[in-house]
């Protein structure tokens, strides 16, 4: 203990006065290191009231220090009851039952949601903590699938609200009501009402900065699950300017930087999101918010996975798998790139069977398709991307409706439609330039290159490969740019001995002794494809094997 605290516990009264309006002021100047200690301090000398015990909670809370969170929330519930303001106990034991639900306790959690209910139900007239306590009955709902009772019961809640004229439940209840609306498939109306509840936040129309985090996170997340890519962006400048006003706050930081991190890779900057996702580990620790660390390695996987760094992404992933998050579909995509097709594959199919919620499978399907054109198999492929598709349909967002129709032409390419392939390439491409998103933008490109050398433009293709190959440099993605040299050796156009330009593409890589599998794996195709080609190939060429067609190629200059 220092020498000031044993003075300030051995002092009179007007001492201990002095430190707790300090810490009251702390309170008020979000300065909550300064605004702990102070009331902590005094609390141990004097211990505090109901009202003084709630900001000591709300400190905690925000500096990480959950158990201390609850510990006083505790303590102002029972002071509250002691003093007969059944009202504010109620509060509190709300907030105690919700804190304890996030944490996985249900038992504690649903204790202090039924106190809290029993000592509502009896007063003698209307309090605005009935709103308060359907907002878990709303998440019931939602868990449970009932998008309109979900979005009922928080109307219930907004109305409340309204008639107390209290913001912090109006904004809570709308951006639930916003959520419930997405679960409907009902994305506009969903995006409107958080826009809605965010509009308050920014508006400085909230008291609580616990609710404020919370919706903040909240919202971004639902607009990151919709792929609402500007308004995720938006928002989340928004909570990073929040969270600049308050150095020393840990609660949220750590969500904005996760958040930060996942648009700085989308948009390339792949440096800058590795340095935010480290941030966001070092703020997080697995005890405070496993969540929240969890996706920051996560994040730090996936940039390492893209510059080819696989050791470094594998000990994220493993990192972000112990702190308890799926490392999927991140883990599959690196098997694929460290050539473990099979191992990707399994892993790939194992999740997405284990995965039913619609928008919980957008993250997995572009991952899932691409992995089943590597391995060949165009019949899952062209299923998911129905799927996809009909998702994109459904929510109507740019960087959605991009990967939409980027999977499409994908598997056009695989099913050896490469004129078809085009109309979807080309939609993709225009998108991606839209969101800002340079790799997957070079992505699209590669596939415009192979449509085009399938058609026998090969002038064009070598131009497309071009322009992919100098995003893949700049941006430090090391297998692409592999990928992009191994396809850049231009075919003739003309094809001799009536071979098509995709025969004469597959010959090329049948004379290098690639398998089948292989090169439906280079050139996005099925394997059975592939096998029609090789069997054309031996019927045009009149020859009997693989080596046959190989010395054909070699002395007739076919390659």
């Known amino acids: 203990m220092s020498e000031f605290e044993e003075r300030c516990i051995n002092a009179g009264v007007d001492d201990v006065r002095v430190e707790l309006e300090r810490g009251r002021e702390c309170y008020a100047r979000r300065a909550w290191v300064d605004a702990y200690h102070a009331l902590s301090l005094v609390d141990r000398a004097a211990p505090l009231d109901g009202a003084d015990l709630e900001l000591l909670a709300m400190s905690a809370y925000l500096l990480g220090r959950d158990d201390d969170y609850l510990s006083a929330l505790d303590r102002a519930h029972r002071a509250y009851l002691d003093s007969g303001e059944q009202a504010r106990a109620v509060r509190c034991a709300f907030w105690l039952g919700l804190r304890l639900l996030f944490r996985g306790q249900a038992g504690q959690a649903s204790g202090w949601l039924a106190r809290a209910r029993r000592l509502l139900e009896s007063q003698q007239r209307e309090y605005v903590e009935e709103g308060y306590l359907l907002l878990p009955v709303v998440q019931q709902h939602a868990v449970a699938g009932d998008g309109e009772a979900a979005y009922a019961t928080a109307a219930r809640a907004a109305d409340i609200g309204e008639r107390f004229a209290e913001p912090d439940l109006i904004a809570c209840a709308r951006h639930l009501q916003g959520q ?119 994040q730090r996987a996936e940039v390492h996975r893209l510059r080819g760094e696989f050791a470094a992404a594998e000990e994220a992933h ?6 308890g998050v799926e490392p999927q579909p991140g883990l599959a995509l690196l098997r694929l790139a460290q050539g473990r097709a099979g191992a990707a594959a399994a892993a790939i199919r194992r999740v997405a069977k284990a995965t039913a919620a619609p928008f919980e499978r957008t993250r997995l399907l572009p991952a899932y398709i691409h992995i089943m054109l590597a391995v060949g198999d165009t019949h899952d492929a062209r299923s998911a991307c129905h799927e996809l598709d009909r998702i994109a349909e459904s929510c109507d967002t740019e960087l959605l409706s991009a990967l939409a129709a980027h999977a ?27 969101v800002d998103a340079p790799y997957w933008a070079a992505r699209v490109r590669v596939l415009v290159a192979l449509a085009c050398r399938a058609l026998g433009d090969d002038e064009g293709s070598q131009l497309e490969l071009h322009a992919a190959a100098a995003v893949f440099k700049q941006l430090g993605a090391a297998p692409d740019l592999a990928h992009v040299d191994s396809l850049s050796v231009v075919i003739p156009s003309v094809p001799p001995h009536g071979l098509t330009p995709r025969e004469l593409q597959v010959l090329r890589l049948v004379a290098t002794g690639k398998t089948n599998k292989a090169i439906a794996a280079a050139l996005y195709l099925s394997e059975k494809t592939v096998d029609r080609h090789v069997s054309n190939i031996f019927i045009k060429l009149d020859v009997p094997s693989r080596a046959a067609a190989t010395a054909h190629a070699y002395t007739h200059k076919l390659i």
């Open 180 to 298: 419930a609306r997405i679960q409907q498939g009902q994305v506009r109306e969903g995006l409107a009402l958080l826009d809605e509840a965010m509009i308050a936040i920014t508006g400085g129309e909230l008291s609580s900065p616990l609710i404020t985090g919370l919706i903040y996170c909240s919202v971004i997340d639902s607009c990151q699950q919709v792929y609402a890519l500007a308004r995720a962006h938006e928002w989340t400048s928004a909570l990073a300017r929040w969270c600049g006003e308050q150095p020393d706050m840990i609660t949220f930081t750590g969500r904005c930087l996760v958040h930060r991190a996942e648009i700085l890779q989308l948009q390339g900057a792949w440096g800058d999101a590795l340095e935010e996702a480290r941030r966001a580990c070092d703020r997080c620790s697995q005890a405070v918010n496993p969540q929240v660390g969890a996706s920051a390695f996560y």
């Open 318 to 323: 493993r990192n972000a798998s112990e702190w």
């Open 408 to 434: 499409r032409g994908a598997v056009d390419l695989a099913e050896d439609d490469p004129q078809g392939a085009l109309d979807s390439l080309h939609r993709a491409s225009q998108l991606w330039q839209q």
